[in-house]
């Protein structure tokens, strides 16, 4: 089994930066690909960035491309999520996933293990 505890949300202005990060546990996540959900009040559950196993691939959803990167450090057992020039749309509560497959896309489906999300709130 995989924990994963998100941290890093809060609430910032639009334009402001946060650094989510992710850290697992329970088992070494190095051979895991790793992603990004992301929950708007209201709405389902939506896809937001993926890195594999060892970073070489990373995938982004098309509205965060530019603005946010995925990273990881294997070391630590723990992945990043960048997020620059936040908009209010981006305003969620943000999501880490776990593969056990290496690579892996952007369907829920696809991640075997979920933390319990962390808060990110944009204001205008």
């Known amino acids: 089994q995989v924990q994963l505890v998100e941290s890093g949300g809060g609430l910032v202005q639009a334009g402001d930066s946060l650094r989510l990060s992710c850290a697992a546990s329970g088992r070494t996540i190095s051979t895991y690909a790793m992603g990004w959900f992301r929950r708007v009040a209201g709405k389902e559950r939506e896809f937001v960035a993926t890195?594999?196993?060892?970073?070489?691939?990373?995938y982004y959803e098309d509205s965060v491309k530019g603005r946010f990167t995925i990273s990881r450090d294997n070391a630590k057992n723990t992945v990043y999520l960048q997020m620059n020039s936040l908009k209010p749309e981006d305003t969620a509560v943000y999501y880490c996933?776990?593969?056990?497959?290496?690579?892996?896309?952007?369907?829920?489906?696809?991640?075997?293990?979920w933390g319990q999300g962390t808060r990110v709130t944009v204001s205008s």
């Open positions: 890195i594999s196993w060892a970073g070489g691939y990373t």
């Open positions: 996933a776990a593969s056990s497959a290496g690579v892996s896309g952007s369907k829920e489906a696809g991640y075997n293990f």
